[in-house]
């Protein structure tokens, strides 16, 4: 009997605390690393050097990158690299894996994980977007053909070491990429945030801080430099995924391919020459978001005429002020009405809203020569600089100035 009762309760001393026997603070920091390096896993292996080939990576972080989300997540690296190419190249259309734009905020947010696991099962999209991901022995034989077993091996692996909550810790690893990312990035990352660039579809930055998800908060500028390693691109973004890959690229086991062009500025230059033709579209995201400052500030400039001339209701005002720094193109035929009206006791307004459509052509001319090109450029800047608005002539001097 008193066998049997030390036998007990050494089985419950085991369940309540495992091998390790950690407080519940040690638990909770336990449990916060290793998402933490699951996260990482994510955004440096399957997105930046997976997906889009932003970075090499040597074969010691990749394969341990690749055997810990085996383990986390069961997670097929194929799978995810060509969902999220088909992702970029479909954004935001029907035929995006995951766009809350088109399958509506609740649906991608709730039913992320299930969005993907559908779509991993169209061969078509596994077939074309799918290319270059590893297909070794390993691959072939144990992460795809068996991905299930990894987190079978983790929920073992957990009520070993930490008793009965450590079910609850492996709940939390299973639940925490179909959570953030595509929960909260493919969802939220496409509904809510703010923009520093006005790329062609509707991600934003959810915070500046990128820390919690990787640096993947930092959507907008992904998707406006899909390839870039660096997700950050204001000095007050952090993007904690490229620190690591920085220090990766120090140790020797990663190498930077590609990271968003950085405008550089001849200051003084009188006339825009080839150099500043070549930066001004290498650079056209940066030049736009620019424009749109300089629209806010023109805007700035004309509210109180528009207010006291034409009587508009600030709602109205504040809507338009939007659509005004809103991608030309991408305006439909209310708003073209309706920034109409604003434009009817506007001509500054007017202009510039022209003018911007006008700068934007100047990169989707590609069947110019890069004299007409260069003429336009020179164009462009003379008539902004003789238009007696302030807000675009200080942009067509520092626009002039791109090197």
Known sequence: MNLLSNTLDTVLAFLSTGIVGL??????IYTLIVTHITIAAVTIYLHRHQAHRALDLHAIPSHFFRFWLWLT?????????????????????????????????????????E??????????????????????????????????????IQLI??????????ITIWAIQMMWIPVMAAGVINGIGHWWGYRNYDCADAATN??????????????????????????????YEIDIGWAYIRGLEMLGLAKVKKVAPKPVFEHG?????????????????????KYAKSVKHAWSEEVEHLR????????????????????????????????????????ALETMHHMRVELGAIWERSHFTRDQLLHQLQD?????????????????????SYA
């Open 23 to 28: 407080s519940g603070w040690q638990v909770v």
């Open 73 to 113: 997540t069961g997670q097929v690296t194929k799978e995810w690299a060509a969902i999220h190419r088909k992702h970029h190249a479909k954004c935001d259309t029907e035929e995006d894996p995951h766009s809350p734009v088109t399958r509506g905020i609740k649906k991608v947010f709730f039913e992320g994980a």
């Open 115 to 152: 969005l993907y696991r559908a779509e991993s099962k169209n061969l078509e999209t596994m077939e074309k977007y799918g290319h270059g991901t590893p297909n070794d022995w390993i691959e072939r034989n144990l992460y795809t053909k068996y991905s299930w077993a990894g987190v079978v």
């Open 157 to 166: 692996l957990n009520v070993a070491l930490f008793g009965v909550i450590g």
């Open 206 to 235: 959810i915070i500046p801080f990128g820390i919690l998800i990787g640096g993947e908060e930092l959507h907008n500028n992904h998707h406006t430099y899909a390839t870039s390693a660096k997700l950050s691109s204001k000095w």
């Open 269 to 289: 230059k009188q006339v825009p020459d080839f150099d500043t033709l070549q930066s001004v579209i290498a650079n056209r995201y940066d030049v736009m978001a």
């Open 308 to 347: 006291h001339k034409a009587a508009f209701e600030k709602r109205f005002l504040r809507s338009s002020r939007k659509l005004m720094q809103r991608e030309p193109a991408k305006l439909e035929a209310p708003h073209k009405l309706q920034l109409g009206q604003v434009f009817e006791h506007s001509k």
């Open 380 to 400: 462009w800047c003379a008539r902004a600089e003789a238009s007696k608005i302030k807000a675009l002539q200080d942009f067509s001097l520092r626009l002039r």
